[in-house]
């Protein structure tokens, strides 16, 4: 119940319902403030406890001054949680373990559920192994079960044993695009309350749903936990930048060079951080496709949040994508009510502005290795002639260029570099590839999949092409992986689907695919020529990330783009051919097919749009998309509230998070002896802590692996392995970047074993095992921005099970602190000014820290005093910020705190 100090308790009726809300412009100040905080207004007044949240935070956020940096903290609380599997598994793991807990404190496991409903769409492990015919889609779901069968059983058992806990099955569509088209709900209902619809999502690109006017973005498994189990995620009140749409899109034009137009102004502007808002009257004219576009690339420009307000195109897609009239009714009159519907005229406050006129939009891609790095399409062809020149050898022996722009031969376009390779394929033909050959090209990804304008305008493209003659280059490897089954549904209606097929587009999937690096090999005889010849051929996606090494390891140029022409590429089938001028092939009479000649026209990529796609589509796709089909609810899974673990298993293990724990908590305790894990210094990210990537035989983690009968070729990815505790504490900190300074000389996860006589160097989680088999704790001593980057989970995890007990930094990422308190570890910060290196600590010294136990009287120090046996001796600021935190850690972490309060209840 909110404490309601400012009387905003109201009540809203919507047809024969009745709902209580919490008006907003109870609270002085509320009216100019952006959507997106008034959203978190909202949240703060329905949630007031008077301890974590006051009337003084509510107010604070009423007074909001734009200008200012962030200083205020504030609790939020949001309404749900949405998960992929990758990210999901381990959160159900701890679930599964708490429930274990409780039956061993003599509680009843039934009580661990999520509080707040969390969905979890299984995504992330459909790999495109198999494609360019007309069963690719059933091999790869067939090998995809293959790999992830403990998996998938055990995410089947947690859909069986907690309630609040969905899982929609594999082959059903993108995590994103999902949540747009069914479980996003725009205003939430709960318990007689209607109030707006907000998520944390544990992958980047959960800000998709901002463009339906849903507040959420990503953040990692420990703050999604606490989140599942009703526990607020600390964040200050942000900056928002505004940022103004005018005009129309121009003839030719797609949300894809939209969307990579405004990442390249927000990168350039610097948004990292902050919020960001649209606004204006080409808000109004920007479709909800487009929107969910721009929307899901926020990650790409920086920004936490990239919000559009609710207006009556929000309205029209509830209604096409099969939410109900009595909800679609709720969220206009929800929206109208407490001034979160669209005004294009009004100018809230805003912390910064900028403006696009969406009149000046060009056709663009974006690479060759980041998603800002915008290209105008007309100038592609000779960029890439400049960017090649990066990935190859380009002087001869004579120490001369071998190919200057300037005196290029006749063939080769713009200067580029070229190498030819004749290629021999299975079937005995031959053809040439050489340096900008496009060997991927993937319509993937839920930034365009979900979009169906630019989705019709690819089948589309397909079908001239067919019509023409043409059909994709032999080198290049076609895959179709939507986000939805509603997308193959509306080319099925279409009559769009047997082109997409003729042109070697078809379906492999429903999942992520080649934007998260799942692309599958390449044939094995282009594959063979690439590396032989060291070839720097090219990726062309539709998908929202192109970073260097993450679509293919053949690949060394990877570049976003539209799925028309994504199409297109395939069939010009190199980055030197400039599709804007030059001809795509012939054809049937030997005729050049220019890029104009099967480009479709608005109005027929809206004709199709507006006679293919309707509500009973979404209906008919979502109607049970809970239950799987015959292969999912076949996986033999445990029955019971607890899970029956299985000890062989290398995936999915009960973690040691709860043994000994009792109903009381220990006092909190003074650290002494303690010795240093690692000493590291600044801008150490959550990506240098955290494990990630392949898993090497030679490291503690493929050790581990190899004594329990994994052969090297099943290592798989430390990503498929969070559901293993083992496998994960031997690779935190084991990042290859990693540099610890009291192992100098050395990269990697290593650091010197005082345990030992005259402190060899050692694997770090090798030394961590001699130190807690001695019982000595340990502390890392960090420089400034400890923590930085994604909000990965194990990067806090990992810490504590090595035994860390206390983090010094002289500052840290926000998240990655909380994150540290909420596994039971101290987050400390040297004295203004001050450092490891200022103070003379080397990192071989044992510390005391004294004065910790005030904790333990309710309140939370200032300061603990630090000393070493070398005489060093200095004030540690207390970096646990909120009531909140303090509880937490006197509780051993987030997940005991939870455990107690819910076997208590």
């Known amino acids: ?161 907690f309630d609040e806990f969905k899982v929609v099955p594999p082959g059903t569509g993108i995590v994103h695009q999902v949540n747009i088209e069914h479980l996003a709900r725009t205003v939430m209902v709960r318990g007689g309350q209607a109030y707006p619809d907000t998520l944390v999502g544990t992958d980047s690109h959960t800000t998709m749903v901002n463009g339906l006017g849903v507040l959420g973005w990503g953040v990692g498994g420990i703050e999604a936990e606490a989140a599942m189990l009703g526990q607020p995620v600390s964040m200050l009140i942000p900056r928002v930048v505004g940022f103004k749409l005018t005009g129309e899109l121009p003839a030719g034009t797609t949300a894809t060079d939209l969307v990579l137009t405004i990442t390249e102004m927000l990168r350039k502007h610097g948004v990292v951080g902050k919020f960001v808002e649209f606004y ?93 790095d915008r290209i105008v399409l007309a100038n592609a062809a000779a960029q890439f002639a400049q960017d090649v020149r990066n990935y190859v050898d380009t002087v001869d022996e004579a120490g001369k260029e071998s190919f200057p722009a300037s005196d290029a031969p006749a063939n080769t376009p713009n200067g580029a570099p070229s190498k030819p390779v004749t290629v021999t394929a299975l079937d005995g033909s031959t053809y040439e590839i050489d340096h900008g050959a496009v060997t991927v090209a993937a319509i993937t990804s839920c930034t365009n999949t979900s979009n169906p304008y630019v989705m019709v305008a690819a089948a589309l493209v397909a079908k001239k092409a067919v019509e023409k003659g043409l059909t994709r280059k032999p080198w290049v490897k076609t895959t179709l992986a939507p986000g939805s089954k509603v997308v193959t549904d509306y080319f099925d209606k279409a009559g769009l689907t047997p082109y997409l097929d003729k042109v070697g587009f078809n379906l492999v999937g429903y999942g992520c695919t080649t934007c998260i690096g799942n692309s599958g090999p390449l044939p094995e005889e282009v594959s063979k020529a690439v590396n032989e010849h060291d070839l720097a051929v090219t990726s062309v996606l539709s998908g929202n990330r192109n970073f260097e090494g993450r679509i293919n390891p053949d690949v060394k140029m990877n570049y976003l783009a539209s799925p028309p022409l994504v199409v297109a590429y395939a069939l010009a089938g190199s980055m030197k051919v400039d599709i804007t001028k030059d001809a795509l092939g012939t054809d049937t009479d030997g005729n050049p097919v220019f890029l104009k000649d099967i480009w479709p026209s608005e109005a027929e990529v809206n004709d199709v749009v507006a006679n293919a796609i309707g509500e009973d589509m979404f209906n008919k796709s979502y109607q049970d998309v809970f239950a799987g089909d015959a292969q999912w609810q076949a996986l033999p899974i445990p029955t019971g509230n607890t899970f029956e673990w299985d000890t062989e298993s290398t995936y999915v293990r009960k973690p040691p998070y709860f043994e000994g724990m009792t109903m009381e908590t220990t006092p909190v305790s003074d650290i002494a002896g303690a010795r240093v894990l690692a000493k590291l210094g600044d801008s150490v990210t959550t990506d240098h802590i955290s494990p990630a990537g392949a898993i090497k035989a030679d490291t503690p983690a493929g050790k581990y692996l190899t004594e329990h009968g994994v052969e090297r070729r099943d290592f798989n990815s430390y990503g498929s392995r969070r559901g293993n505790h083992e496998v994960m504490i031997r690779g935190t900190f084991a990042n290859i970047r990693l540099r610890n300074q009291i192992a100098p000389g050395t990269e990697g996860g290593f650091t010197r074993d005082f345990t030992k006589e005259d402190a060899p160097v050692s694997f770090i989680y090798d030394a961590s095992r001699n130190y807690i088999d001695q019982g000595i704790p340990l502390v890392v001593l960090a420089g400034k921005e400890y923590g930085s980057g994604s909000s990965r989970d194990w990067a806090a995890k990992g810490t504590a099970l090595l035994g860390v007990k206390a983090v010094i930094a002289e500052s840290y990422e926000r998240i990655h602190r909380s994150n540290l308190i909420g596994m039971g570890v101290l987050p400390l910060q040297f004295p203004e000014g001050a450092s490891a290196e200022s103070l003379g600590l080397t990192g071989e010294e044992t510390f005391t820290f004294t004065g910790v136990t005030e904790l333990n009287n309710g309140t939370t120090p200032r300061t603990v005093k630090v000393t070493t046996d070398t005489g060093v001796e200095f004030d540690a600021v207390v970096r646990i910020d909120t009531p909140g935190e303090a509880d937490y850690y006197r509780n051993g972490g987030i997940m005991q705190y939870v455990l107690r309060s819910l076997i208590r209840k």
């Open 280 to 372: 204006g009257e080409g808000v109004a004219a920007t479709s909800l496709a487009n929107r969910a576009t721009i929307g899901n690339m926020s990650p790409e420009f920086g920004s936490t949040a990239a919000m559009f307000p609710i207006d009556g195109e929000t309205l029209k897609y509830l209604k096409l994508t099969g939410r109900s009239e009595q909800q679609v009714a709720l969220v206009e009159a929800y929206a109208k009510e407490q001034g979160l519907w669209l005004d294009p005229a009004a100018e809230p406050d805003f912390s910064e502005k900028l403006e696009l006129d969406l009149s000046t939009v060009v056709p663009s891609i974006a690479g060759p290795k980041r998603p800002q």
């Open 1 to 161: 119940m909110s404490a309601n100090s400012f009387d905003a308790r109201s009540t809203l009726q919507v047809g024969d319902e009745s709902y209580e809300i919490f008006k907003l412009d109870k609270v002085e100040g509320s009216a100019r403030l952006p959507y997106s905080l008034k959203v978190l207004l909202e949240n703060l007044l329905r949630t007031e406890d008077g301890a974590n949240i006051t009337a003084d935070h509510i107010r604070a956020l009423g007074n909001w001054d734009s200008q200012a940096q962030p200083s205020q903290e504030i609790q939020f609380t949001p309404a749900r949680v949405i998960m992929q599997d990758f990210t999901g598994v381990p959160c159900v793991v701890d679930l599964a373990t708490m429930r274990e807990a409780v039956k061993e404190l003599g509680g009843d496991p039934a009580k661990i559920n999520p509080l707040a409903p969390a969905e979890l769409v299984i995504d992330h492990s459909v790999i495109a192994d198999k494609f360019g015919t007309k069963d690719a889609f059933g091999q790869n779901v067939e090998l995809e079960y293959g790999r992830n069968k403990e998996r998938y059983q055990f995410l089947r058992w947690g859909q069986t044993a």
